[in-house]
């Protein structure tokens, strides 16, 4: 080696941020190998690299009388040739290996992310996406939409998820089908979101069907929905293009809870909503037109209402819920009439339990089935004073 090789790895330090210490502690380590496997495995030997002058010199540790130890060199002629072929090989290993923790340190920092890619080639098993300067992302197949096809060349946005370390490098896995990336597409598309004006509560997906989200907004003087929608629908229609048609219901987050799950059935009407804090349901009532469009179909849209608003939700038609009353009220009051009566017969002993006028009990046999007599005064009479 000589001057101008070291001053090339101090440029190539600076220019890749790769201290030039490292690059040197790891040649000589690569070059002490190499000299182990061509001139025998001597356990006392090391290699020395002058960073001054570039000169390398192989050393061996021998022992003279009185175990003395004595540091010899014993650099080979051909080891310049060895050396240069060697250094070569670290420095292409060490700057692929900064490359590498330089892109796993950048996007691990990068979860929850927004990326933009290409797509290079598809498999059974995952999709890769080249994000740009040699770095590939990961689309499993249990994070890609059902029935959507990821072409050749086809330019596609996607979700970070997770990036992990592997003998190949860094894997970035991404995500078609995460809450995350509807987030993360509004806030490409709303303004008013990037700023924080509007913010997204929360969010219930079925990936490739159906998304609903609540939004809010700290600024009276916004309409979050209106905000998320914008001026003819561009802004909400950005998004569904990007998710390839895929619905999104936009509403009014509130913090009380009937009024959220009211807002999470839309664009069902609702005529009441009743709240168990205890079992943490909500009993909702719509028109009986409307039973269906609440429920929605296979139950997607009272399915996603729940996700959203973390609440159980029962749905009744008027009619039902009008029958349900009628028939609970018809039966406390049979189950009253039958504990009045049982009460007023387990009284009776055979004689009228009526009241006369002058505060005397009628001495008369009741009527068969009855507490009273047959005089029709006393049948209106219900209970006997305390006596």
Known sequence: MNPEFIEALKQLGKDKGIKVESIVEALSNALLSAYKKKYGNVTDSRVEIDTVIGDIKVFETVIREGNLQEDIEVTPKDFGRIAAQTAKQVIKQRILEFERDNIYNDYKNRIGDLVTGIIQQSHERMTLIDLGGKIEALLPMNEQVYGERYEHGRRIKCYIIDVRKSTKGPSIIVSRTHPGLVKRLFELEVPEIYDGIVEIKAIAREPGQRTKIAVYSKDTNVDPVGACVGHKGSRVRMVVAELNGEKIDILNFSKVPAEFVKNALRPAKTISVEINEEEHTALVVVPD???????????????????????????????????????????????????????????????????????????????????????????????????
């Open 289 to 387: 037109d409307q039973q269906s469009l609440a429920i929605g179909k296979d139950g997607q849209n009272a399915r996603l209402a729940a996700k959203l608003t973390g609440w159980r939700i029962n749905i009744a038609s008027e009619s039902e819920a009008e029958q349900e009353t009628s028939v609970a009220t018809k039966g406390e009051a049979q189950k009253a009439d039958e504990s009045r009566k049982e009460k007023v017969v387990t009284s009776s002993d055979g004689i009228c339990i009526a009241i006369n006028k002058n505060v005397t009990r009628c001495k008369n046999r009741v009527l068969p089935g009855s507490a009273y007599c047959g005089i029709p005064a006393h049948q209106r009479q219900e209970s006997l004073p305390d006596m």
